[in-house]
């Protein structure tokens, strides 16, 4: 008999890998793009069923908040979204992509499996739990969280070089 | 309770699903959301098996790689409008400039 967390979990597998295979399929970017916010969010509801609720907060916010939005942004002002805009290429390439696919998760399939039991553990993915983690200067989170916000800058000035007209 | 191999098999085929996209499509900007689903998958297994082992660890790699995948985005957004304005295309098969 089936429980209750493991008809949800499965629910949502099936939704997150058909907007998956949705978001390759689709010839139209736009659609690609909103097929991909629903894989986002319900990778977002598996979050929560893994009790990070802090994760998945922010990931409806980055991903399907802002990062979505700057793909739509891009397609938009490209003007990709026109059918015939990009040609695909013919029948050889995709099946020989699909079989190399194949080949992959075979090779992925022996990590699959985990020894042991899972350790019970309360309250991991609360605000409180990962704000004392990552602040805590004894733990080796801290520097990293620093480092960062260099990176963030780093993009930041990427972004505004690629986007001047002449540096 | 959901064994945590399921979580590992869902963020496989969802890996997977976007290397197929990244090896077939020829928009630069659907391989980028391609490499974002891939992205989600590997933060996927992070939390399934920080759960699994009873750790905060694996949210924490999750946290930087999201600060990544943003950083990622946004310059290579800009990368793709930059190349449109030069070659007024962004078929990947005709901007070779750095095929020898």
């Known amino acids: 008999m089936p429980t209750a967390s493991l008809v949800t979990f499965f629910i949502l597998a099936t939704i997150a890998v058909i907007s998956a295979i949705m978001v390759v399929a689709n010839v139209n970017p736009v659609r690609s793009a909103l097929s991909l916010v629903v894989t986002f969010l319900t990778v977002a509801a598996l979050y929560i069923t893994l009790e990070a609720q802090f994760i998945a907060a922010v990931q409806i916010i980055v991903y399907a908040g802002a990062i979505m939005v700057l793909f739509l942004f891009v397609i938009m002002l490209l003007n990709l979204s026109a059918p015939g805009a990009i040609k695909e290429k013919g029948k050889l390439q995709p099946r020989v992509a699909l079989a190399l696919s194949g080949v992959f998760i075979l090779v992925l399939s022996p990590l699959f499996t985990l020894p042991g039991d899972p350790r019970a553990a309360q309250n991991l993915g609360t605000v409180r739990t990962i704000g004392l983690f990552l602040y805590n200067p004894t733990l080796p989170w801290l520097f990293p969280f620093e480092v960062t916000s260099i990176l963030l800058l780093v993009a930041v000035i990427g972004a505004i070089v690629m986007a001047k007209r002449r540096i | ?100």
């Open chain 2, 1 to 100: 309770m959901v064994p945590t191999s399921y979580y590992l098999v869902l963020a496989g085929i969802l890996f997977t699903i976007g290397v197929l996209g990244v090896l077939v499509k020829r928009n630069p900007i659907v391989i980028f959301m391609c490499i974002e689903l891939m992205l989600n998958a590997a933060n996927l297994t992070f939390v399934a098996l920080g759960k699994h082992f009873g750790q905060v660890n694996g949210q924490m790699y999750v946290i930087f790689a999201l600060a990544v995948a943003a950083a990622e985005v946004s310059v290579g957004l800009g990368i793709i409008v930059a190349i449109f304005r030069s070659k007024e295309t962004i078929n990947i098969d005709e901007v070779n400039l750095m095929k020898f």
